[in-house]
C-alpha cells in the first residue's frame, strides 16, 4: 500500500501549482499499479517523452508548461522527432512538424537540457554509482544501471518527465538492491579472444542476451581485457531492443561485478547459459533481413549516438575515399559541435557523409523510399528496428564493412570466423 | 452470468462487444495509434480494430511508448471501451492516468484472469463501476 508524506499530499493538492500537482499524481498513480510502497528523491532525470507520436504527447507536454511545471532536478532529453541542429533532411508532413516542433519547445520551457540524444553518458551526463535516478530510453536505462551503476528502471513516456518534475520516482524494480543481483550467467570465454575483443562481436552478443535473458538480470563472464566502453554501449542497446534487459553485469568490469560472486549476490546462478559457436551464428543470421544480396542503397550507424571517439574510428576506415553510397552518421550536437570546430565536419560531408543529429533514421522519415531498398549497419538497435520503422531490409556487418561496402556501392565482406 | 474484475483505472458503466486477444500484445508498434488497428503482422488478431470493444488482454509486452499509443487512442476516439487485463501492466494504464488528467473520457480498466476471457470473446458486456462484468 502507498503511503505519500505530508509534503507529497500537499504538492499533489496543489501547493506547488497545477502542472507540479499533476506530475506527482501521475508518479503516485504508477507507484500504486507497480505495487510500491513509497517514493524516493531522485538524482536526475532522461527523457525520452519529447519524441512525437501523436498530438496528445504534445498537448500533455504543453498542459504541464501552462500549470507552471518545471523539473526539479538535471533532466536531459532523448532524441526528438526534428533535427534543429540542421543536417538531414526530414520528411515530415506540416501538421506533424508544428506539432512535433511545439512539443520540442514545450520540453525545453519545462527546463530540460536540449541535448536531444539518446547517449546522454556520452554528453557529460553521469550519476554516481549508487544513486537513484529516473531515465527513458532503453539503451541508456541499461548503460545508466550496467556502466554507471546508478539505478533506475526503464521509465517510459509521461512517467519520465513527471518524475523529473515530481523528483522523487516509485520505489520498486531495479531502485531496489535485492533486485539488482544476477540470476542467469551467461559464459561467453569458449570464444576465442579474437572474437570477444571485436566490435562487431559485441551487438550480436547483446542480441542474444535480450532474447535469452528477457528481463532477468545476468551476469556475463568471459570479457575481461575485451570490453571499451563503446563496446557496452553497443552490447546493451542491442539487449534492451531485443528484449526487456534493463540491467546486465560484465564480471571483472562493471561497477557492481568486481568478481562473479559478487555480482551473483553469493548464490549459485538460477540459470546458466554457455554461449556457443553455433548460437553466435544463428543470432548473426537473425541480425540480417535482407538474405543473399549485395545490394546496398545506404549505410546507417550510430545507434546509440556516435562518440567522437567513433567518429575517429570513421575517418581513419575512411582514409578521404568518397562514398558511392550515402552513409548516415546519427550523432548528438555534443558530438558535432568539435567536429565543426575541427575542420572534420566539412571533410566528412564533402566524402559523402550525412550527418543526423538531434534525432536518428529510425524515429523520424529520413531515408527516402525505394522499393526493395537494402541498409547496411554494424548497429544491433537499427537491425531490430529499421525493417519496421523505415521499410529498408537490413544486412548487418562491421563498421569496416559498413564503410567498404559504402565506397564500393555494394557488400563487401572480410573473413572473420564467428567462433 | 456476471463476473467480478479487481478495478485497476475506474471509469463509469459501459457496454460493447469483447474482443479476446489470443495472443499478448506490444501497443507500440503492435496497434495504429491512429486507427485502434491491429498491426502486428505476427499477431492471431491482425487487422482486428480495438477501438470501442471491451479489450480483453491476456498479455502485454512490455514497450516504454504502449502508454503514448493508448493516449492518443483516447484523445482521437479510437479507444477501447474497457480493457480487462490478466496483469496489471503499469506502463500501458499510465496512458489511462494521463488522459484521466487532461480531462479526456477514460475507459475503466479491471484485472481478469486470462482463464476467463476467453468465454467473452464476441459477446456484448456490461461493465459496471463497480467492476461487475454482466454478458448479456
Redesign the interface.
Known amino acids: 500500500m502507498l503511503q505519500l508524506t505530508d509534503e507529497e499530499r500537499a504538492i499533489a493538492s496543489g501547493a506547488r501549482g497545477g502542472g507540479s500537482a499533476?506530475a506527482l499524481?501521475?508518479v503516485a498513480?504508477?507507484a500504486r499499479?507497480?505495487g510500491a510502497r513509497r517514493l524516493i528523491p531522485v538524482a536526475s532525470a532522461h527523457i525520452?517523452?519529447a519524441l512525437y507520436?501523436?498530438?496528445?504527447?504534445t498537448?500533455?507536454a504543453e498542459?504541464l508548461v501552462e500549470g507552471g511545471a518545471r523539473v526539479a532536478v538535471r533532466a536531459t532529453l532523448n532524441v526528438g522527432s526534428l533535427a534543429p541542429a540542421g543536417c538531414a533532411a526530414i520528411r515530415l508532413a506540416a501538421h506533424q512538424r508544428d506539432m512535433a516542433a511545439r512539443m520540442m519547445r514545450a520540453y525545453e520551457a519545462m527546463g530540460c537540457e536540449p541535448s536531444w540524444t539518446c547517449a546522454p553518458y556520452q554528453a557529460g551526463h553521469r550519476p554516481a554509482q549508487g544513486s537513484d535516478v529516473a531515465w527513458?530510453?532503453?539503451n541508456a536505462v541499461v548503460f545508466c544501471n550496467s556502466v554507471l551503476g546508478a539505478r533506475t528502471n526503464?521509465?517510459?513516456?509521461?512517467?519520465d518527465i513527471a518524475c523529473a518534475i515530481a523528483g522523487r520516482a516509485p520505489d520498486y524494480g531495479l531502485h531496489r538492491a535485492e533486485n539488482r543481483v544476477a540470476e542467469l550467467l551467461l559464459d561467453v570465454g569458449g570464444l576465442s579472444k579474437e572474437l570477444r575483443r571485436s566490435d562487431v562481436f559485441y551487438p550480436v552478443l547483446g542480441t542474444f542476451l535480450g532474447r535469452a535473458a528477457g528481463?532477468t538480470v545476468v551476469v556475463i563472464e568471459g570479457l575481461q581485457d575485451c570490453t571499451t566502453e563503446d563496446r557496452l554501449k553497443a552490447l546493451g542497446a542491442a539487449a534492451a531492443s531485443a528484449g526487456?534487459v534493463g540491467l546486465f553485469h560484465v564480471a571483472g568490469v562493471t561497477p557492481e561485478a568486481p568478481d562473479l560472486a559478487t555480482a551473483l549476490g553469493d548464490r549459485p546462478p538460477k540459470q546458466r547459459i554457455v554461449l556457443t559457436h553455433q548460437e553466435m551464428q544463428a543470432t548473426l543470421a537473425r541480425l540480417s533481413t535482407a538474405g543473399a544480396t549485395d545490394r546496398i542503397d545506404a549505410v546507417a550507424i550510430g545507434s546509440p549516438h556516435l562518440s567522437l571517439k567513433e567518429m575517429g574510428e570513421l575517418e581513419n576506415l575512411l582514409a578521404d575515399r568518397t562514398l558511392s553510397r550515402p552513409l548516415y552518421a546519427n550523432t548528438g550536437r555534443h558530438v558535432l559541435q568539435p567536429l565543426e570546430a575541427q575542420g572534420r565536419r566539412k571533410r566528412l560531408e564533402a566524402a559523402g557523409v550525412i550527418f543526423v543529429v538531434d534525432t536518428c533514421v529510425v524515429v523520424t522519415p529520413i531515408l527516402p523510399e525505394i522499393e526493395g531498398a537494402v541498409l547496411m549497419t554494424n548497429s544491433g538497435k537499427f537491425a531490430q528496428y529499421a525493417p519496421?520503422n523505415t521499410g529498408y531490409a537490413v544486412t548487418y556487418g562491421s563498421l569496416s564493412e559498413c564503410v567498404e561496402s559504402a565506397v564500393a556501392g555494394r557488400l563487401v565482406r572480410e573473413p572473420r570466423t564467428w567462433s | 452470468m456476471v463476473l467480478k474484475g479487481e478495478i485497476?483505472i475506474p471509469g463509469g458503466n459501459v457496454k460493447g462487444e469483447c474482443l479476446a486477444l489470443s495472443a499478448a500484445i506490444s501497443f507500440w508498434?503492435g496497434v495504429d495509434?491512429?486507427t485502434g488497428m491491429i498491426i502486428d503482422a505476427r499477431h492471431p488478431e491482425r487487422d482486428r480494430n480495438i477501438a470501442g470493444t471491451v479489450l480483453a488482454l491476456p498479455g502485454t509486452i512490455?514497450?516504454?511508448?504502449?502508454?503514448?499509443?493508448l493516449?492518443?487512442l483516447?484523445?482521437?476516439g479510437n479507444a477501447p471501451a474497457a480493457i480487462l487485463m490478466d496483469a496489471?501492466d503499469?506502463?500501458l494504464?499510465?496512458?489511462l492516468?494521463?488522459a484521466r488528467?487532461?480531462g479526456w473520457p477514460t475507459p475503466p480498466a479491471l484485472r481478469l484472469p486470462a482463464s476467463q476471457q476467453a468465454a467473452l470473446a464476441g459477446k456484448t458486456l456490461l461493465i459496471s463501476s463497480d467492476g461487475n462484468i454482466a454478458v448479456q
Do not use: N, Q, T
Not at chain 1, 154 to 159: M, P, V
Open positions: 499533476m499524481r501521475i498513480e504508477a499499479l507497480m525520452d517523452g507520436h501523436g498530438d496528445s504527447g498537448l500533455f498542459k527513458g530510453e532503453s526503464r521509465y517510459g513516456d509521461f512517467l528481463s526487456g519496421g | 485497476l508498434g495509434p491512429r512490455g514497450s516504454s511508448s504502449a502508454s503514448a499509443v493516449l492518443e483516447v484523445h482521437a496489471p503499469a506502463i494504464l499510465l496512458g492516468v494521463v488528467e487532461m
